[in-house]
């Protein structure tokens, strides 16, 4: 079959496009050719900016996808150029999409109140009231504009050129550019004797998906026909503890340091977090399991260890912004540690 991704260099669409090779498939990528990628050599190059998709429609139906693989559907207008311009070309369509699209997301940012949605979050679940979660935080055009929700609403009610989408979950694993795991990794290369988490976020839960194991879940729903028309949220099972990770890390780098979970009372005040951690945030992906024999190819254990390598290997270039991952700076952490001691 014939695949021709939009996007695909960055850190998921690699692994996608490997394994859409190795099942047979004829894979061309159309981007902007601005990341140096080493993808398998049979696959082929459409050098082209996605907001204008149409000004390639005559190379387009020369390759003549039968699938259209979306690794980058940020906007409504970004959905609607791909209806416009694959429309009379493909068959289907398969879009990346995002669990942020659940109401979930906006309980634990307290945009929505007084309720606690029940997980894990089927594809069935209320999805936020509130388009555009992230216009406002910064002055990047990206967030103020993007949104999953509008491009689910655009693919799937286009009767000419059926649709697939994938709710991701946070991906970890080798080319991270969020650095999931590094800030608990740091803390036990340093040797710290604790790491201390507020009690509501240690017991908090999201889900997860490494790396390859995601991409193994969007190939196959690439190449399953029967994909047509349906929503699949993608995640391990089971959900994970904030704590549990990091016992997890722990035990796989041989950390003998100790999780210490404290009351949000005890910690330093511009640390206690605003945030709704009572919402959890994982998925149900029986969906994909069941109707696309969806499974991970490689093990949760194998998967952090791999991710360990890497992120020892390529820490990143720029300091983690304060909180990125809920964690104290040491000089906070000891406070809280000696006041448990006296």
Known sequence: ?????????????????????????????????????????EVKRIKGDRHKLSDFKSEFEK??????????????KDAQDVVDTFKDIAQRVVAISSGDVYRARDIIWQKETG???????TEDSPL?????????????????????????????STSNLPATILRLPMVYGAGDYQHRLYPYLKRMDDKRPAIVLEEKIAHWQGCYGYVENVAYAIALAVNEEKAQGRI????????????????AIAEIVGWQGEVVIVPKTQMPNSWKSKS???QHWITDSTRIRTELGYT?????????????????????????EKGHSKLLDYKDENVILASLKS
């Open 232 to 247: 699949y949220n993608v995640a391990e099972l089971p959900g994970s503890t904030v704590a549990d990770l990091v016992k």
């Open 115 to 121: 309720i606690i949605d029940s997980t894990p979050l």
């Open 63 to 76: 390759f003549a996808p039968q699938v259209v693989l979306d690794m980058i559907p940020y906007t409504t």
């Open 1 to 41: 079959m014939k695949i021709l991704v939009i996007g695909g260099t960055n850190f998921i669409g690699p692994y996608v496009i490997r394994q859409l090779i190795e099942m047979g498939h004829e894979v061309t990528v159309f981007n902007r050719g601005e990341t140096g990628t080493n993808l398998p050599t």
């Open 128 to 156: 936020r009231s509130q388009l555009y979660p992230y216009r406002g935080l910064s002055d990047d055009p990206f967030a103020h504009d993007y949104d999953k929700i509008p491009v689910e609403q655009v693919l799937m």
């Open 276 to 278: 709704n951690f009572d």
């Open 296 to 320: 991970e190819i490689v093990s949760r254990d194998e998967a952090l260890k791999r991710t360990i390598t890497w992120e020892r290997e390529h820490p990143p270039e720029v300091a983690l």
